[in-house]
């Protein structure tokens, strides 16, 4: 369970200290056991409750392929040659997700290519 003050008008002044107090009261087997508005009426029943609606939430990165192609070139082909001399391909893992990306010498060689397309099998090593 996460108690958490938010910021507002404090006509109360004591409300903080007893609902610290008051949390601490519920047991691990409660908190199992109950449903959310049986363990506020159980901790809180002489405070004013309010219940909002749950919201539901997922988890989505933003990262794409494109975008990782985009850090790379701001990264330099210098320097992204030199990565892929060192490790064979050039491998990056979103931050966020962990969501792996690789490239390999086509790949890095067609980031840099100015206009973009495709490399031609003439320029490939
Ligand atoms: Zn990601």
Same mark, same amino acid.
Request: charged share 30%; hydrophobic share 35%; proline share 6%.
């Given at each position: 369970?996460?108690?958490?003050?938010?910021?507002?008008?404090?006509?109360?002044?004591? $409300?903080?200290? #007893?609902? +610290?107090?008051?949390?601490?009261?519920? =047991?691990?087997?409660?908190?199992?056991?109950?449903?959310? !508005?049986?363990?506020?009426q159980r901790l /809180?029943?002489?405070?004013?409750?309010?219940? %909002?609606? !749950?919201?539901?939430?997922? /988890?989505?990165? =933003?990262?794409?392929?494109?975008?990782?192609?985009?850090?790379?070139?701001?990264?330099?082909? +210098? +320097?992204?040659?030199?990565?892929?001399?060192?490790?064979?391909?050039?491998?990056?893992?979103?931050? %966020?997700?962990?969501? !792996? @990306?690789? @490239?390999? $010498?086509?790949?890095?060689?067609?980031? /840099?290519? $100015?206009?973009?397309?495709?490399? =031609?099998? =003439?320029? #490939?090593?």
């Amino acid at each position: 369970m996460l108690v958490q003050r938010l910021p507002g008008e404090d006509d109360d002044s004591d $409300a903080w200290n #007893r609902a +610290e107090i008051l949390s601490d009261t519920i =047991t691990p087997r409660e908190l199992i056991e109950l449903s959310v !508005p049986e363990i506020l009426q159980r901790l /809180f029943h002489e405070e004013d409750i309010r219940l %909002f609606d !749950p919201t539901p939430f997922r /988890f989505h990165c =933003t990262c794409s392929d494109e975008r990782i192609r985009d850090m790379l070139r701001s990264l330099g082909s +210098e +320097e992204v040659h030199d990565i892929l001399a060192e490790q064979g391909q050039v491998e990056v893992s979103c931050d %966020f997700c962990g969501k !792996p @990306y690789r @490239y390999d $010498a086509v790949d890095v060689e067609q980031l /840099f290519l $100015a206009d973009g397309s495709p490399p =031609t099998s =003439t320029t #490939r090593q």
